[in-house]
């Protein structure tokens, strides 16, 4: 059974750092494209950036450069480092595995909430 958690959230200041952690799916997490999204009050689900089981990268214009997708695979565990956090970074964040062709296996965490203060 896999229950995916997030954890790392709370609140901080513009310019500040949150570092996310996503974790609970033990070992499908090796094999799993993880992705991390977020949703603002009143907004739809956005993508904020994936990395494949072989380390690829992807990240939404709105935070490339800023923010930073990574993995432990022998720890079963993905990070999101988010530098430089502005007011509109404020959301909850989710993270996302997915497995197999045409990710067959979809999870979903819970999510935490990031509020970035003025």
């Known amino acids: 059974q896999v229950q995916l958690v997030e954890s790392g959230g709370g609140l901080v200041q513009a310019g500040g750092s949150l570092r996310l952690s996503c974790a609970g799916a033990?070992?499908?997490?090796?094999?799993?494209?993880m992705g991390w999204y977020r949703q603002a009050p009143g907004k739809q689900r956005e993508l904020v950036a994936t990395?494949?089981?072989?380390?690829?990268?992807n990240y939404a214009d709105s935070v490339k450069g800023r923010f930073t997708i990574s993995r432990d695979n022998a720890e079963n565990t993905g990070y999101l480092q988010m530098d430089s956090l502005k007011p509109e970074d404020t959301a909850v964040y989710y993270c996302?595995?997915?497995?197999?062709?045409?990710?067959?296996?979809?999870?979903w965490g819970p999510g935490t909430q990031v509020t970035v203060s003025s």
């Open positions: 996302k595995l997915d497995i197999g062709i045409g990710a067959s296996r979809r999870y």
């Open positions: 033990g070992s499908i997490f090796r094999i799993a494209v």
């Open positions: 990395i494949t089981n072989s380390g690829t990268t």
